[in-house]
Protein backbone atom coordinates (compact mmCIF):
# COMPACT_ATOMS: atom_id res chain seq x y z
CA UNK A 1 0.00 0.00 0.00
CA UNK A 2 1.49 3.55 -1.14
CA UNK A 3 1.06 6.80 1.49
CA UNK A 4 -1.55 8.27 -0.49
CA UNK A 5 -4.16 5.57 0.10
CA UNK A 6 -3.93 6.38 3.88
CA UNK A 7 -5.65 9.22 2.76
CA UNK A 8 -8.97 10.74 0.91
CA UNK A 9 -7.77 11.74 -2.78
CA UNK A 10 -9.18 11.61 -6.25
CA UNK A 11 -7.11 10.51 -9.16
CA UNK A 12 -7.48 13.08 -12.00
CA UNK A 13 -5.15 12.54 -14.57
CA UNK A 14 -2.30 9.56 -15.76
CA UNK A 15 1.07 10.64 -17.33
CA UNK A 16 2.06 8.19 -19.40
CA UNK A 17 5.88 9.14 -19.03
CA UNK A 18 8.62 7.66 -21.12
CA UNK A 19 12.01 7.04 -19.70
CA UNK A 20 15.23 7.40 -21.13
CA UNK A 21 17.48 6.65 -17.58
CA UNK A 22 17.63 2.51 -17.80
CA UNK A 23 17.40 0.53 -15.89
CA UNK A 24 15.09 1.50 -13.78
CA UNK A 25 13.65 -1.96 -12.81
CA UNK A 26 15.01 -5.71 -12.86
CA UNK A 27 13.53 -5.73 -16.05
CA UNK A 28 15.62 -4.40 -18.60
CA UNK A 29 12.47 -3.23 -21.05
CA UNK A 30 11.16 -1.06 -18.45
CA UNK A 31 11.14 2.53 -20.57
CA UNK A 32 8.35 3.75 -19.31
CA UNK A 33 5.94 4.58 -16.08
CA UNK A 34 2.44 5.96 -15.32
CA UNK A 35 2.31 8.92 -12.84
CA UNK A 36 -0.82 9.61 -11.18
CA UNK A 37 -2.22 13.22 -10.73
CA UNK A 38 -3.69 13.35 -7.79
CA UNK A 39 -5.79 16.01 -6.13
CA UNK A 40 -6.27 16.15 -2.28
CA UNK A 41 -9.44 15.41 -0.46
CA UNK A 42 -8.32 16.17 3.03
CA UNK A 43 -5.06 17.64 5.13
CA UNK A 44 -2.07 15.47 4.94
CA UNK A 45 -0.70 14.97 9.02
CA UNK A 46 2.58 16.91 9.00
CA UNK A 47 4.28 13.37 10.33
CA UNK A 48 3.61 12.12 7.04
CA UNK A 49 7.40 11.28 5.59
CA UNK A 50 6.40 10.39 1.73
CA UNK A 51 4.53 14.09 1.02
CA UNK A 52 2.89 17.10 2.35
CA UNK A 53 0.08 18.73 1.19
CA UNK A 54 -3.51 20.30 1.97
CA UNK A 55 -6.92 19.94 0.38
CA UNK A 56 -7.02 20.90 -2.61
CA UNK A 57 -3.68 20.61 -3.59
CA UNK A 58 -2.36 18.47 -6.78
CA UNK A 59 0.09 15.56 -6.17
CA UNK A 60 2.12 14.67 -9.23
CA UNK A 61 3.52 10.96 -8.15
CA UNK A 62 3.17 9.12 -4.95
CA UNK A 63 0.91 6.38 -5.41
CA UNK A 64 1.86 2.68 -5.37
CA UNK A 65 5.34 3.61 -5.60
CA UNK A 66 5.48 4.33 -9.27
CA UNK A 67 7.03 8.02 -8.78
CA UNK A 68 8.09 10.38 -6.16
CA UNK A 69 5.52 12.95 -5.27
CA UNK A 70 5.89 16.57 -6.17
CA UNK A 71 3.25 18.95 -4.72
CA UNK A 72 1.63 21.91 -6.50
CA UNK A 73 0.06 23.81 -4.13
CA UNK A 74 -3.89 24.72 -5.33
CA UNK A 75 -5.32 27.49 -5.69
CA UNK A 76 -1.93 29.68 -5.43
CA UNK A 77 -0.76 27.85 -8.49
CA UNK A 78 -3.61 28.93 -10.79
CA UNK A 79 -3.81 32.35 -9.79
CA UNK A 80 0.20 32.61 -10.11
CA UNK A 81 0.63 31.13 -13.57
CA UNK A 82 -2.20 33.28 -14.91
CA UNK A 83 -1.96 36.50 -13.44
CA UNK A 84 1.47 37.62 -14.57
CA UNK A 85 0.04 41.38 -14.09
CA UNK A 86 -1.24 41.55 -11.03
CA UNK A 87 -0.52 43.89 -8.07
CA UNK A 88 0.04 41.70 -5.05
CA UNK A 89 -2.26 43.96 -2.93
CA UNK A 90 -4.94 43.84 -5.16
CA UNK A 91 -8.65 43.36 -3.97
CA UNK A 92 -9.40 40.79 -6.79
CA UNK A 93 -6.21 39.01 -6.00
CA UNK A 94 -7.14 38.53 -2.53
CA UNK A 95 -10.51 37.56 -3.13
CA UNK A 96 -9.45 34.72 -5.83
CA UNK A 97 -7.40 33.43 -3.36
CA UNK A 98 -9.76 33.38 -0.42
CA UNK A 99 -7.64 34.63 2.15
CA UNK A 100 -4.75 32.33 0.95
CA UNK A 101 -0.89 34.19 0.62
CA UNK A 102 0.76 34.35 -1.89
CA UNK A 103 3.43 32.16 -1.90
CA UNK A 104 5.50 33.47 -4.75
CA UNK A 105 6.54 31.99 -7.84
CA UNK A 106 8.77 29.43 -6.95
CA UNK A 107 6.71 28.56 -4.08
CA UNK A 108 4.27 27.22 -5.61
CA UNK A 109 5.29 23.38 -5.83
CA UNK A 110 7.85 21.42 -3.59
CA UNK A 111 9.66 17.98 -4.53
CA UNK A 112 9.78 14.96 -2.57
CA UNK A 113 12.17 13.60 -4.29
CA UNK A 114 15.96 13.32 -4.40
CA UNK A 115 18.67 13.96 -6.48
CA UNK A 116 18.88 10.23 -8.55
CA UNK A 117 14.56 10.47 -8.72
CA UNK A 118 14.70 14.75 -10.24
CA UNK A 119 17.19 13.14 -13.10
CA UNK A 120 15.34 9.87 -13.95
CA UNK A 121 11.94 11.63 -14.03
CA UNK A 122 13.38 15.01 -15.41
CA UNK A 123 14.77 12.49 -18.57
CA UNK A 124 11.18 11.67 -19.15
CA UNK A 125 9.88 15.01 -18.95
CA UNK A 126 12.39 16.20 -21.49
CA UNK A 127 10.76 13.73 -24.01
CA UNK A 128 7.52 15.40 -23.53
CA UNK A 129 8.65 18.61 -24.35
CA UNK A 130 10.94 20.14 -21.03
CA UNK A 131 13.85 21.83 -22.06
CA UNK A 132 16.34 21.86 -19.33
CA UNK A 133 17.78 24.88 -20.40
CA UNK A 134 14.19 27.00 -20.26
CA UNK A 135 12.06 26.89 -16.98
CA UNK A 136 13.21 24.55 -14.11
CA UNK A 137 11.22 21.28 -13.86
CA UNK A 138 8.82 22.23 -11.31
CA UNK A 139 7.72 25.24 -12.48
CA UNK A 140 7.24 23.65 -16.15
CA UNK A 141 5.50 20.75 -14.86
CA UNK A 142 3.11 23.16 -13.02
CA UNK A 143 2.00 25.53 -15.93
CA UNK A 144 1.09 22.06 -17.82
CA UNK A 145 -0.56 20.51 -14.79
CA UNK A 146 -2.63 23.93 -14.01
CA UNK A 147 -3.33 23.90 -17.68
CA UNK A 148 -5.03 20.55 -17.48
CA UNK A 149 -7.11 21.38 -14.67
CA UNK A 150 -8.56 24.97 -15.94
CA UNK A 151 -9.15 22.78 -19.49
CA UNK A 152 -10.62 19.65 -17.39
CA UNK A 153 -12.32 20.86 -14.43
CA UNK A 154 -13.28 24.50 -15.36
CA UNK A 155 -16.32 24.42 -12.97
CA UNK A 156 -13.60 23.64 -9.77
CA UNK A 157 -10.90 25.91 -11.28
CA UNK A 158 -12.08 28.94 -13.57
CA UNK A 159 -12.93 31.58 -10.77
CA UNK A 160 -9.52 31.60 -9.81
CA UNK A 161 -7.83 32.05 -13.10
CA UNK A 162 -6.02 35.19 -14.00
CA UNK A 163 -6.01 37.01 -17.53
CA UNK A 164 -3.29 35.09 -19.08
CA UNK A 165 -3.59 32.28 -20.85
CA UNK A 166 -1.79 28.49 -20.37
CA UNK A 167 -2.46 26.66 -23.30
CA UNK A 168 0.26 23.53 -22.69
CA UNK A 169 -1.35 20.95 -24.01
Known amino acids: MSAID ?17 PLAE ?33 VGGGSGEAAAMRILMPEAIVE ?20 TYPGLYDIYQFFWDPEDGYKLGSG ?15 WLTQHIVSFVLKHYPQDYAHLKGDDELDYL
Not at 36 to 53: H, K, M, S, T
Not at 90 to 99: A, I, Q, T, V
Not at 125 to 139: C, E, I
Open 6 to 22: QYFFTCIAIIDLPLTYL
Open 27 to 59: DEDFDWMYVAVYRLEQDIPEDEDEFQGKTGDIL
Open 81 to 100: TTDFDRFYDDEEYSNRLDGV
Open 125 to 139: YVTLGWDPDGLNLGL
